[in-house]
């Protein structure tokens, strides 16, 4: 292993002495049942396994790039062969059969006897002396003397490298084998005890499958072993004496993602990043940089697990990689970036294409002097409608092109008209309303006074469509133990009016006019409700809630005022009241009713928040003195977040490849189309793709996605995002187009789903597989791994520890099914920072907090001493 990647050696999957006829394992790496490379497994000593001095002795050439290939045996008719073994003879067919079925011996003829007749010459020039002070007439190089028993060390053994691909024992790293040879020792003193192995009798075989190798083989002694493992099955394949010590990984040399994540701050870091170059591979998400757009969307919308898309089919399967993309729609642009430009055709509309319906973008290519336009995802030729016409130059682009966004820019808006509405007619504004457990134990912790006291910060920093425009958000206020209380809060009353339901088996809203309001208008009303709700439970002992009913009651309230909206619910306690939606505690019962009961149940109340694109907060054992600052900072970002209601995305892509999965907070009803009741800044959908046709390089891969939605302000908008991605016939550019922190994302979103309905330990396995088939075939092509993949393997590793793919006893059901629904919404950037969190030294962090100290790697090595603790705390820092 170095420092510039994994050098991977020429694997080898023949089967070994005493390991049975199992047939080979393809693509496991760190399984297990395959833990750790045999010993005697060596490192190269050189450039593709020279010998010392730069000459290899005679022998078969080492093995030559078409071995490392994919469709080697398998183009040939051979089943496939993940690692091949050694080449034949050149021009020769091979001597031994390929991987027979499991019924079947695979093992080969033996040896000839003029190979055995050689084995002494072949030995003197590998430098093996022989032990028990003597050696056979006539062999070992001219001056060597055979060392009495017990003089001198055995020479030490080269570090062992752990292969992807099935973990068995390589052939001897000898000049036979052309790759590994590791310097040899001059001649001199035996190793105390040495001895060889037996040569095979009749009818007896090779181990390993190896194919006869037409070496110089010389006479064997009776009784003698050779001195490395896995040589003949003639016997305990070992050196005598101690067993040498066992090899660990070192530390240093696996590759460091902060070295990684440094590496590119360092060289883009604060840059420009222009997208007007197709199939461009953006800055790391932990890279700070300035995106100007040029056609391509920003990858803050966009990311894709590689930024090359192979050809064809078979290229994508052979890879192993997940063609996806990570869309986050209505990401935060930062203030020295420039926002979303919006387009308003009036009551014509966008202009689009017939056949696929794309929007127009800049992959359209108008023709015939500008009267009509090349559908760039299908190809269809269309008319240009006549308010949309404009003369070309030259080169045949428009004259307008820099003035409309539509036609230069990745990202732009589009104003909908009547046809993209409900019952063609324009929504309202969307209300907020917020729903408080009042029941004793969030009284007597006092988080219900909290909360009050907060809404009146609040509601200050409604969202708004226009920085120096009022919000249009309405707001309304209900609570809730056993039964609800909705509350009139009109302008024009005195004091707040509560109403009861108590019929949680059909709820009902008792009132419209007064319980969705303007905040400006009802101000003080409101004001004077958050003062008097905690004092008007504070003597409540009442401990069972409902939980169904609240969010029946929500959407009824919603319903009648004809508008799209949000409920936030602050909810503390398993629903045990007689209601629609009651749950029972599926842990401990012994704990119902006592102080140590906090379950809650998040698999089941969870799920209304993942099928709506709304945010689970989920606050362990809440204290307040501890939780209070996390939980209003919560609340902030929540109610002041940039968020869309009512939402349709559909991703198209151009001809030769689909979109086939969607994982997020999502729900389809069809193929195509994904349906949010509401989305925001926070929340990201991952789309797979598949091929169904070749793919061309010229035109490479285009990808548009559309989201329908209602703004804050309750207009109806079009939001385009478009992205081109490169193509190519080559694996090595596949690789070398790939992103780390997108693939992650994938892996956890499409692991994460299939949990509830397979078997963890399956889908464990089929990330090391897949994981392992990746980095093996990458490696293969170049003999070391593209930089874009050296950190894969860690991440990976800590995707596998996620408590959501572990089934340890300890871990509460509520903290996977939370983290479960918190990874599903993840865009690449939170995805990023959840699976590889930062590691800061606390005392330069007390001490510098002007500036980020550096982080440090998520290792044992780096866990401080609990004395380091002790410093003082810093209370403002610049960064989260």
């Known amino acids: 292993m170095s420092q510039q990647g994994y050098v991977a050696t020429p694997p080898y999957s023949q089967a070994q002495s005493g390991m049975g006829l199992t047939p080979p394992l393809y693509g496991h790496y760190g399984d297990p049942s395959h833990a750790g490379a045999p010993p005697g497994a060596m490192k190269p000593a050189g450039p593709m396994g020279a010998a010392p001095g730069g000459v290899l002795p005679p022998g078969p050439p080492p093995p030559g790039p078409h071995q490392f290939g994919q469709n080697g045996a398998h183009a040939q008719g051979h089943p496939p062969q993940r690692f091949p073994g050694p080449p034949p003879a050149s021009g020769a067919p091979p001597s ?166 440094e590496n590119d701050r360092a060289t883009r870091g604060g840059q420009v990043y222009a997208t007007s170059t197709r199939g461009q591979v953006p800055p790391l998400v932990t890279t700070d940089c300035v995106v100007q757009d040029q056609g391509n969307a920003s990858p803050r919308y966009i990311r894709c697990t590689t930024y090359c898309f192979p050809c064809t089919a078979d290229m994508a399967k052979q890879a192993q990689i997940p063609l996806a993309a990570v869309i986050t729609p209505f990401a935060t642009v930062p203030s020295n970036e420039t926002p979303l430009y919006l387009v308003n055709h009036g009551e014509a509309g966008p202009v689009r294409c017939n056949r696929c319906k794309a929007y127009m973008c800049p992959f359209m290519q108008f023709i015939e002097g500008g009267r009509r336009f090349q559908c760039g995802f299908c190809s269809c030729v269309n008319e240009v409608p006549p308010f949309y016409f404009q003369h070309l130059d030259h080169v045949g682009r428009r004259l307008d092109h820099g003035e409309r966004p539509e036609l230069s820019l990745g990202s732009y808006e589009y104003v909908a008209t009547l046809d993209y509405c409900r019952k063609n007619k324009p929504p309202n504004p969307p209300a907020f ?147 629609p939606g009651k749950l029972r505690n599926r842990d401990d019962k012994k704990l119902i009713n006592t102080d140590k009961e906090k379950y809650v149940d998040v698999a089941s109340l969870g799920l209304v928040p993942q099928l709506t694109g709304g945010t689970l907060y989920k606050y362990n054992n809440f204290q307040m003195h501890l939780d209070s600052p996390q939980f209003l900072s919560d609340l902030r970002n929540d109610v002041e977040k940039k968020i869309g209601f009512d939402a349709i995305m559909r991703v198209r892509t151009s001809t030769g490849f689909r979109a086939t999965d969607f994982f997020g907070g999502i729900v389809m009803n069809n193929t195509t189309d994904v349906e949010m009741a509401a989305i925001d800044c926070d929340k990201a959908v991952t789309v797979e793709f598949r091929h169904d046709d070749k793919l061309s390089e010229d035109s490479g891969a285009l990808i548009q996605c559309a989201v329908l939605y209602t703004t804050i302000g309750g207009q109806r908008r079009l939001r385009i995002h478009n992205l081109a991605l490169s193509c190519s016939a080559q694996l090595a550019d596949l690789y070398k187009s790939c992103e780390t922190d997108a693939l992650i994302n994938f892996f956890a979103k499409s692991a994460f789903k299939a949990v509830l309905h397979q078997p963890l330990k399956l889908i464990r396995e089929i990330l090391v597989n897949q994981t392992s088939h990746m980095l093996a075939s990458a490696s293969l092509l170049q003999l070391i791994l593209p930089d874009s993949m050296k950190v894969l393997p860690v991440y990976m590793n800590s995707l596998l520890k996620s408590c959501v793919l572990l089934s340890r006893p300890d871990i509460p059901t509520d903290e996977r099914a939370f983290q479960r629904q918190l990874v599903m919404t993840m865009g690449v950037a939170d995805s990023q920072l959840f699976f590889y969190p930062q590691l800061l030294p606390i005392p330069r962090l007390a001490h510098q907090c002007s500036q980020r100290p550096a982080r440090l790697e998520i290792s044992y090595r780096f866990f401080p001493s609990p004395r380091v603790l002790e410093v003082n705390y810093c209370q403002q820092l610049p960064f989260r």
């Open 96 to 261: 031994y059969a390929p991987y027979p079925p499991a019924t079947q011996s695979s093992y080969p003829s033996p040896l000839p006897p003029a190979s055995v007749s050689q084995l002494g010459r072949q030995l003197d020039t590998m430098h093996i002396s022989y032990g028990s002070g003597m050696a056979p007439p006539g062999q070992g190089p001219p001056g060597s003397q055979s060392a009495p028993s017990g003089q001198g060390p055995p020479p030490p053994l080269q570090p062992s490298i752990l292969q992807p691909g099935s973990q068995v024992l390589p052939p001897p790293p000898t000049t036979l084998n052309g790759l590994g040879a590791p310097p040899m020792p001059p001649p001199g003193p035996a190793p105390p005890n040495a001895q060889l192995q037996p040569p095979p009798l009749p009818g007896q075989t090779l181990g390993s499958g190896y194919p006869p190798q037409q070496g110089n083989y010389g006479p064997q002694m009776p009784g003698a072993q050779l001195a490395y493992p896995g040589g003949f099955p003639g016997g305990p394949a070992q050196m005598a004496g101690p067993p040498p010590p066992q090899r660990k990984l070192d530390p240093d040399a696996v590759p460091s993602p902060i070295q990684v994540i």
């Open 433 to 579: 309303i917020f729903m408080i457990d009042v029941s004793y134990s969030n009284i007597k912790s006092g988080l219900v006074r909290l909360i009050c006291e907060e809404l009146k910060t609040v509601l200050e920093r409604l969202p708004r469509e226009e920085p120096e425009l009022p919000s249009a958000v309405r707001v309304g206020f209900v609570t809730y133990n056993k039964v609800l209380h909705f509350f009139n809060v009109k302008s024009n009353l005195a004091q707040p009016q509560m109403m009861v339901v108590t019929d949680v088996g059909e709820v009902f809203v008792p009132l419209l006019d007064g319980f969705l309001v303007n905040y400006q208008e009802s101000q003080s009303v409101i004001h004077n409700l958050l003062d008097q709700i905690p004092e008007m439970f504070a003597d409540s002992n009442e401990n069972e809630t409902v939980f169904a009913p609240v969010i029946q009651a929500g959407m009824e309230a919603l319903k009648a005022a004809d508008c799209p909206g949000k409920l936030l619910i602050f909810h503390s306690s398993l629903p045990t009241a007689e209601a």
